[in-house]
Protein backbone atom coordinates (compact mmCIF):
# COMPACT_ATOMS: atom_id res chain seq x y z
CA UNK A 1 0.00 0.00 0.00
CA UNK A 2 1.25 3.89 -0.84
CA UNK A 3 1.21 6.49 1.69
CA UNK A 4 2.42 9.79 0.66
CA UNK A 5 2.86 12.52 3.12
CA UNK A 6 4.92 15.20 1.05
CA UNK A 7 3.30 17.78 -0.78
CA UNK A 8 6.68 18.76 -2.76
CA UNK A 9 7.22 18.20 -6.21
CA UNK A 10 8.86 14.75 -5.33
CA UNK A 11 5.82 13.48 -3.70
CA UNK A 12 5.32 9.72 -4.94
CA UNK A 13 8.92 9.69 -6.56
CA UNK A 14 10.91 10.09 -3.03
CA UNK A 15 11.24 6.26 -1.35
CA UNK A 16 10.68 5.74 1.92
CA UNK A 17 13.64 4.71 4.18
CA UNK A 18 13.88 1.19 4.36
CA UNK A 19 13.69 1.41 8.31
CA UNK A 20 10.73 3.12 7.69
CA UNK A 21 9.06 0.74 5.57
CA UNK A 22 9.76 -2.47 8.10
CA UNK A 23 8.46 -0.31 10.55
CA UNK A 24 5.25 0.84 8.96
CA UNK A 25 5.07 -2.24 6.82
CA UNK A 26 3.65 0.76 4.32
CA UNK A 27 4.86 1.23 0.69
CA UNK A 28 4.96 0.29 -2.55
CA UNK A 29 6.89 -0.89 -5.47
CA UNK A 30 10.10 1.83 -5.07
CA UNK A 31 10.05 1.13 -1.07
CA UNK A 32 9.59 -2.23 -1.83
CA UNK A 33 12.66 -1.91 -3.97
CA UNK A 34 15.28 0.32 -2.19
CA UNK A 35 13.59 -2.33 1.11
CA UNK A 36 15.22 -5.47 -0.70
CA UNK A 37 18.20 -3.32 -2.11
CA UNK A 38 19.12 -2.68 1.48
CA UNK A 39 18.66 -6.26 2.69
CA UNK A 40 20.90 -7.48 0.21
CA UNK A 41 23.86 -4.70 0.88
CA UNK A 42 23.15 -5.81 4.63
CA UNK A 43 24.01 -9.48 4.40
CA UNK A 44 27.05 -8.80 2.23
CA UNK A 45 25.54 -8.92 -1.54
CA UNK A 46 24.67 -5.42 -3.83
CA UNK A 47 21.43 -4.33 -5.16
CA UNK A 48 19.99 -1.50 -7.19
CA UNK A 49 16.76 -0.11 -7.94
CA UNK A 50 15.66 -0.13 -11.78
CA UNK A 51 12.94 2.54 -12.77
CA UNK A 52 10.95 0.66 -15.69
CA UNK A 53 7.63 1.66 -16.65
CA UNK A 54 5.11 -1.01 -16.42
CA UNK A 55 2.49 -2.31 -19.09
CA UNK A 56 4.06 0.61 -21.89
CA UNK A 57 7.76 -0.48 -22.24
CA UNK A 58 7.12 2.30 -25.35
CA UNK A 59 6.56 4.92 -23.14
CA UNK A 60 10.20 4.83 -22.42
CA UNK A 61 12.01 6.94 -25.00
CA UNK A 62 16.22 7.02 -25.75
CA UNK A 63 16.47 9.62 -27.37
CA UNK A 64 14.00 11.31 -24.60
CA UNK A 65 14.57 12.15 -21.52
CA UNK A 66 11.74 12.20 -19.38
CA UNK A 67 10.18 11.50 -15.95
CA UNK A 68 7.99 8.80 -17.57
CA UNK A 69 8.54 5.75 -14.81
CA UNK A 70 6.00 4.38 -13.30
CA UNK A 71 7.36 1.40 -11.51
CA UNK A 72 10.86 0.25 -9.19
CA UNK A 73 12.23 -3.44 -9.87
CA UNK A 74 15.19 -4.42 -7.89
CA UNK A 75 18.55 -5.77 -10.46
CA UNK A 76 20.93 -8.12 -8.44
CA UNK A 77 24.69 -9.13 -10.13
CA UNK A 78 24.67 -12.28 -11.29
CA UNK A 79 27.27 -15.28 -12.01
CA UNK A 80 28.21 -18.11 -13.57
CA UNK A 81 25.49 -20.06 -12.15
CA UNK A 82 22.11 -18.13 -13.35
CA UNK A 83 21.02 -19.88 -16.42
CA UNK A 84 20.32 -18.20 -19.86
CA UNK A 85 16.77 -18.12 -19.77
CA UNK A 86 16.58 -16.09 -16.56
CA UNK A 87 15.76 -11.97 -16.84
CA UNK A 88 19.33 -11.06 -17.06
CA UNK A 89 20.32 -7.39 -18.68
CA UNK A 90 23.77 -5.64 -19.27
CA UNK A 91 24.87 -3.19 -16.89
CA UNK A 92 27.80 -2.56 -18.02
CA UNK A 93 30.28 -1.64 -15.39
CA UNK A 94 28.02 -2.98 -12.92
CA UNK A 95 28.10 -6.50 -14.89
CA UNK A 96 25.78 -8.86 -15.67
CA UNK A 97 22.01 -8.11 -13.41
CA UNK A 98 19.25 -10.13 -12.91
CA UNK A 99 16.14 -8.19 -12.92
CA UNK A 100 13.46 -8.97 -10.26
CA UNK A 101 10.47 -7.17 -8.87
CA UNK A 102 9.48 -7.76 -5.31
CA UNK A 103 5.85 -6.62 -5.21
CA UNK A 104 4.35 -9.57 -7.46
CA UNK A 105 4.23 -12.79 -6.18
CA UNK A 106 6.35 -14.79 -8.77
CA UNK A 107 9.67 -17.20 -8.97
CA UNK A 108 12.77 -15.36 -8.91
CA UNK A 109 14.02 -16.53 -12.27
CA UNK A 110 10.96 -14.46 -13.68
CA UNK A 111 9.86 -11.13 -14.80
CA UNK A 112 6.62 -10.55 -14.73
CA UNK A 113 4.70 -9.25 -18.12
CA UNK A 114 4.25 -6.12 -17.61
CA UNK A 115 7.79 -5.50 -16.94
CA UNK A 116 9.01 -6.70 -19.84
CA UNK A 117 10.73 -4.88 -23.53
CA UNK A 118 11.52 -1.17 -23.93
CA UNK A 119 13.68 0.49 -21.53
CA UNK A 120 14.57 0.74 -18.28
CA UNK A 121 17.24 2.75 -15.70
CA UNK A 122 19.66 1.14 -13.32
CA UNK A 123 19.78 4.11 -10.13
CA UNK A 124 23.13 4.16 -10.16
CA UNK A 125 26.39 6.70 -10.45
CA UNK A 126 28.31 3.85 -12.87
CA UNK A 127 24.93 3.39 -15.31
CA UNK A 128 23.90 6.39 -16.66
CA UNK A 129 22.50 4.75 -19.73
CA UNK A 130 19.19 3.41 -20.35
CA UNK A 131 19.10 -0.58 -20.27
CA UNK A 132 16.83 -2.55 -22.47
CA UNK A 133 14.82 -4.72 -20.41
CA UNK A 134 14.11 -9.09 -21.74
CA UNK A 135 11.27 -10.34 -22.89
CA UNK A 136 9.64 -14.11 -23.08
CA UNK A 137 9.79 -15.93 -25.82
CA UNK A 138 6.96 -18.17 -27.00
CA UNK A 139 8.77 -21.27 -25.91
CA UNK A 140 9.13 -20.30 -22.60
CA UNK A 141 5.58 -18.74 -22.24
CA UNK A 142 2.92 -21.91 -23.02
CA UNK A 143 -0.29 -22.42 -22.44
CA UNK A 144 -2.41 -25.81 -23.63
CA UNK A 145 -5.21 -27.08 -23.55
CA UNK A 146 -7.25 -30.29 -23.76
CA UNK A 147 -10.99 -30.84 -23.62
CA UNK A 148 -12.53 -34.34 -23.35
CA UNK A 149 -16.10 -34.80 -23.58
CA UNK A 150 -19.40 -37.06 -23.84
CA UNK A 151 -22.54 -35.71 -25.81
CA UNK A 152 -25.98 -37.53 -25.42
CA UNK A 153 -28.88 -37.11 -27.94
CA UNK A 154 -30.86 -34.61 -25.80
CA UNK A 155 -27.22 -32.14 -25.95
CA UNK A 156 -25.86 -32.67 -22.43
CA UNK A 157 -22.66 -32.85 -21.87
CA UNK A 158 -20.16 -34.44 -19.63
CA UNK A 159 -16.63 -32.80 -20.45
CA UNK A 160 -13.18 -32.75 -18.35
CA UNK A 161 -10.65 -30.04 -19.34
CA UNK A 162 -6.93 -29.40 -18.43
CA UNK A 163 -4.99 -26.22 -18.78
CA UNK A 164 -1.63 -26.01 -18.24
CA UNK A 165 0.35 -22.91 -18.57
CA UNK A 166 4.05 -22.03 -18.17
CA UNK A 167 5.95 -19.22 -17.61
CA UNK A 168 5.31 -15.43 -15.94
CA UNK A 169 1.70 -15.82 -16.58
CA UNK A 170 1.76 -19.17 -15.20
CA UNK A 171 2.95 -17.97 -11.88
CA UNK A 172 0.27 -14.89 -12.08
CA UNK A 173 -2.43 -17.14 -12.51
CA UNK A 174 -1.38 -19.55 -9.82
CA UNK A 175 -0.48 -16.73 -6.98
CA UNK A 176 -3.81 -15.00 -7.97
CA UNK A 177 -5.83 -18.07 -7.54
CA UNK A 178 -3.85 -19.00 -4.33
CA UNK A 179 -4.80 -15.81 -2.85
CA UNK A 180 -8.66 -15.77 -4.11
CA UNK A 181 -9.06 -19.18 -1.77
CA UNK A 182 -10.94 -22.07 -3.44
CA UNK A 183 -14.24 -21.05 -2.59
CA UNK A 184 -13.97 -17.69 -4.55
CA UNK A 185 -12.08 -19.34 -7.66
CA UNK A 186 -14.86 -21.81 -7.80
CA UNK A 187 -17.54 -19.32 -8.11
CA UNK A 188 -15.68 -17.29 -10.54
CA UNK A 189 -15.13 -21.12 -12.70
CA UNK A 190 -19.06 -21.55 -12.36
CA UNK A 191 -19.58 -17.61 -13.21
CA UNK A 192 -17.33 -18.80 -16.52
CA UNK A 193 -18.95 -21.86 -17.62
CA UNK A 194 -22.43 -20.15 -17.39
CA UNK A 195 -22.19 -17.47 -19.21
CA UNK A 196 -22.69 -19.78 -22.46
CA UNK A 197 -23.66 -23.01 -20.48
CA UNK A 198 -26.23 -21.66 -17.72
CA UNK A 199 -27.25 -25.52 -16.57
CA UNK A 200 -23.54 -26.46 -15.57
CA UNK A 201 -23.29 -28.41 -12.56
CA UNK A 202 -21.62 -31.32 -10.61
CA UNK A 203 -18.41 -28.52 -10.88
CA UNK A 204 -15.01 -29.99 -9.50
CA UNK A 205 -11.63 -28.78 -9.89
CA UNK A 206 -7.78 -29.03 -8.89
CA UNK A 207 -4.48 -27.56 -9.52
CA UNK A 208 -0.87 -28.97 -9.59
CA UNK A 209 1.83 -25.95 -8.88
CA UNK A 210 4.96 -27.39 -9.98
CA UNK A 211 7.65 -24.50 -8.59
CA UNK A 212 10.82 -25.51 -10.40
CA UNK A 213 9.11 -25.54 -13.64
CA UNK A 214 6.97 -22.79 -13.25
CA UNK A 215 3.90 -24.64 -14.74
CA UNK A 216 0.37 -24.73 -13.30
CA UNK A 217 -2.00 -27.45 -14.02
CA UNK A 218 -5.72 -26.75 -13.80
CA UNK A 219 -7.97 -29.64 -14.69
CA UNK A 220 -11.90 -29.53 -13.77
CA UNK A 221 -15.10 -31.38 -14.98
CA UNK A 222 -18.61 -30.57 -15.35
CA UNK A 223 -22.18 -31.35 -16.75
CA UNK A 224 -24.10 -29.25 -18.47
CA UNK A 225 -27.36 -29.86 -19.76
CA UNK A 226 -28.44 -28.41 -23.25
CA UNK A 227 -24.98 -27.42 -23.50
CA UNK A 228 -24.38 -28.39 -27.10
CA UNK A 229 -27.29 -27.76 -29.85
CA UNK A 230 -27.60 -28.25 -33.48
CA UNK A 231 -27.06 -26.21 -35.86
CA UNK A 232 -27.80 -27.62 -39.17
CA UNK A 233 -27.75 -30.87 -40.47
CA UNK A 234 -24.31 -31.86 -40.30
CA UNK A 235 -22.77 -28.98 -37.60
CA UNK A 236 -23.02 -28.81 -34.06
CA UNK A 237 -23.31 -25.51 -31.72
CA UNK A 238 -20.22 -25.35 -29.68
CA UNK A 239 -20.30 -22.76 -26.66
CA UNK A 240 -17.64 -20.59 -26.20
CA UNK A 241 -17.20 -21.50 -22.96
CA UNK A 242 -15.75 -25.34 -24.26
CA UNK A 243 -13.11 -23.44 -26.56
CA UNK A 244 -10.47 -21.02 -25.70
CA UNK A 245 -12.94 -18.54 -23.22
CA UNK A 246 -10.01 -17.46 -21.80
CA UNK A 247 -8.32 -16.29 -24.73
CA UNK A 248 -8.40 -12.33 -25.23
CA UNK A 249 -6.59 -9.85 -26.98
CA UNK A 250 -5.10 -6.11 -24.86
CA UNK A 251 -8.07 -3.32 -25.37
CA UNK A 252 -6.37 -0.36 -27.38
CA UNK A 253 -5.65 2.30 -25.08
CA UNK A 254 -4.69 6.09 -25.86
CA UNK A 255 -2.76 6.66 -23.04
CA UNK A 256 -0.16 4.18 -24.29
CA UNK A 257 1.19 6.48 -26.99
CA UNK A 258 -0.47 4.81 -30.09
CA UNK A 259 1.14 1.27 -28.78
CA UNK A 260 -0.09 -2.29 -27.75
CA UNK A 261 2.26 -4.09 -26.40
CA UNK A 262 1.54 -8.60 -26.24
CA UNK A 263 4.07 -10.71 -25.01
CA UNK A 264 5.00 -14.17 -26.85
CA UNK A 265 2.49 -16.78 -26.50
CA UNK A 266 2.22 -20.51 -27.62
CA UNK A 267 -1.68 -21.22 -27.42
CA UNK A 268 -2.20 -24.92 -28.51
CA UNK A 269 -5.79 -26.27 -28.06
CA UNK A 270 -7.29 -29.98 -28.55
CA UNK A 271 -10.96 -30.89 -28.37
CA UNK A 272 -12.24 -34.23 -28.51
CA UNK A 273 -16.44 -35.24 -28.63
CA UNK A 274 -17.89 -38.82 -28.29
CA UNK A 275 -20.96 -38.40 -30.16
CA UNK A 276 -24.53 -40.27 -29.13
CA UNK A 277 -25.42 -43.37 -31.31
CA UNK A 278 -28.17 -41.18 -33.02
CA UNK A 279 -26.28 -38.66 -34.65
CA UNK A 280 -23.42 -41.23 -36.12
CA UNK A 281 -26.40 -43.07 -37.38
CA UNK A 282 -27.78 -40.67 -38.63
CA UNK A 283 -24.80 -38.84 -40.27
CA UNK A 284 -23.96 -42.65 -41.99
CA UNK A 285 -27.89 -42.03 -43.35
CA UNK A 286 -27.24 -39.30 -45.05
CA UNK A 287 -23.89 -40.13 -46.71
CA UNK A 288 -25.56 -43.69 -47.96
CA UNK A 289 -28.37 -40.63 -49.57
CA UNK A 290 -31.22 -42.43 -47.37
CA UNK A 291 -33.04 -39.91 -45.85
CA UNK A 292 -31.85 -38.31 -42.18
CA UNK A 293 -33.28 -39.44 -39.14
CA UNK A 294 -34.48 -36.77 -37.17
CA UNK A 295 -32.35 -36.00 -33.88
CA UNK A 296 -33.97 -34.73 -30.75
CA UNK A 297 -30.44 -33.10 -30.13
CA UNK A 298 -31.28 -29.23 -29.28
Not at 118 to 130: A, C, F, I, K, Q
Not at 230 to 258: C, E, K, T, V, Y
Not at 281 to 294: E, V
Request: with cysteine; net charge neutral; proline share 7%.
Amino acid sequence: MALTLEKDSLAGYRPHFPAEALKTRLGDCKDKASLMAALLRACGENGYVVLVNAGNPGGVRPEWPSASFNHAIVAIPADDRVQARWPKIDGGPLGPLVLFDPRIQSPFRLLPIPDQAGYGLVVSRDTPDLVTLPTETPEESRFIRGIEGTLTEFGDITAKVSETETGSNAARVHFARANSGKERFTHSLEALLHETMPLTKELTWKEDWAQDDVTTTLTYQFTAERGVKSAGQDMLLIPPGLIGFNLHRASWDRDLQGQVWLSGHTWREAVALKLPMDLRLASYRRIGGRKRRRSPLG
